[in-house]
């Protein structure tokens, strides 16, 4: 997690239980012909696929953190992986849940569609652990596509990349995978050895991976809307290379530290209306942030999940600290995190809430949510044992 949701906190507790579920682990059921599997909770990304493969389907969600992170962990944190734009947040694969609670175990998910009161599997699923132990999870799976083809494209600036985005998105039926960086992160692709720094120009750029059926026709449509808002293509190099070093990312983080070079990330998501000025404010205020502590700052941002009403923003943040990096850090992330809130954002997209963001919930949520929250804690949960400080938040000075 980077949000603190796994860091303990005892509380009035005596001791802190970590719970491992390794060993609770592979396919229970699979079921062909309704495109089901079921998949034990500790069962991590890798084991998934390769237990589906070996039955011809996949599930194709390719977080980040896809290497270590578990089918429960997805559930948990309401993951999105970089497939979202074609198979759907994680959230939107599921179809049932087993969970084990102090007071009772439950399991959900009766058909594919149902009006017997409100969701109850959407209670759980971004959880983070609070109500109960997800076990298992029920999810869509689906044939392993045959054919996968890649294209990068340039735009003259982040505004332009965001219209095309916005066009493909409305417009259905696109690309499996979709980014748009700006043009900070353009640049530091310009500057690496390879294919992506003579593929793209200097402004913002796009990647699209198509995988599956009708690939042709969908590709069409997708860089006609591209071209329409001043993209131009790039070719297959940029898009393939990115997808290379794709989970490498995370683990740079401790050597660039040693290094005196910070590096951390935040991410948001609002509607297309809304998109520049979330971002304006957000790249603002880490800015000043790093600027009042004294520090050299570059701030960088893409759009990786987009939606038919609006779109992610991710941002990476480097900078020049050689000493108390989080002290440094954590009074920058809190005004970028009071920008989110104040300029419409989400407070997290899919980074979860945790303890770190928890004490923004309450403004995104309210009162009213955050009492609905911890009644249904008290009901399951009613000794607090577990994950005490996630998610429901506590009051901060500012």
């Known amino acids: 997690s980077v949000v603190g949701a796994l860091d303990p906190q005892r509380g009035a507790h005596h001791a802190v239980v970590s719970l491992d579920l390794r060993r609770l682990s592979g396919v229970v059921r699979l079921d062909e012909i309704s495109g089901e599997a079921v998949l034990a909770a500790g069962t991590t990304g890798p084991e998934a696929e390769a237990l589906l493969s070996a039955h011809g389907f996949e599930l194709g969600h390719y977080p980040q953190s896809f290497r270590y992170a578990t089918i429960g962990g997805f559930a948990a944190a309401r993951s999105s992986g970089q497939n979202s734009a074609g198979n759907g947040r994680f959230d939107s694969m599921v179809t049932g849940i087993r969970v084990a ?189 790093f600027a009042d502590a004294g520090a050299k700052s570059y701030v960088m941002c893409h759009v990786s999940h987009i939606y038919p009403t609006g779109a992610s923003l991710y941002f990476t943040v480097l900078a020049g600290i050689r000493s108390d990096p989080l002290g440094v850090w954590e009074p920058v992330k809190s005004r970028g995190n009071d920008a989110i809130i104040a300029s419409g954002g989400t407070i997290s997209h899919h980074h979860a809430v945790g303890r770190d963001h928890a004490p923004w919930l309450r403004e995104e949520i309210g009162e009213t949510g955050i009492r609905i929250l911890a009644a249904i804690k008290r009901e399951l949960d009613p000794v607090g044992v577990l994950n005490p400080g996630a998610v429901i938040p506590i009051e901060r000075s500012r």
Request: include cysteine; aromatic fraction near 6%; proline fraction near 4%.
């Open 101 to 289: 609670t102090p007071t009772g175990d439950i399991e959900l998910g009766r058909s594919p569609g149902s009006a017997a009161g409100p969701d109850l599997i959407r209670v759980f699923l971004g959880s983070e652990g609070i109500f109960g132990v997800i076990t298992e999870v029920r999810v869509r799976v689906h044939p392993i596509p045959r054919e996968r083809v890649f294209e990068s494209w340039s735009f003259p600036d982040f505004a332009s990349g965001a219209e095309g985005l916005r066009r493909v998105a409305q417009q259905g039926n696109g690309p499996t995978v979709i980014r748009l960086s700006d043009e900070a992160e353009t640049a530091v692709s310009l500057a690496q050895v390879g294919k992506i720094g003579k593929a793209l120009s200097k402004g913002a750029s796009v990647v699209t991976v198509y995988e599956g059926d009708g690939i042709a026709e969908r590709r069409a449509r997708t860089s006609a809307q591209l071209a329409a808002a001043g993209g131009i293509s790039a070719g297959e190099g940029a898009a393939e290379d990115w997808l290379k070093g794709r989970f490498d990312g995370p683990y740079l983080r401790d050597s660039l530290l040693d290094a005196g070079v910070f590096c951390e990330t935040l991410e948001t998501a609002t509607t297309w209306s809304n998109l520049q000025r979330l971002r304006s404010a957000v790249e603002g205020a880490l800015k000043d942030g």
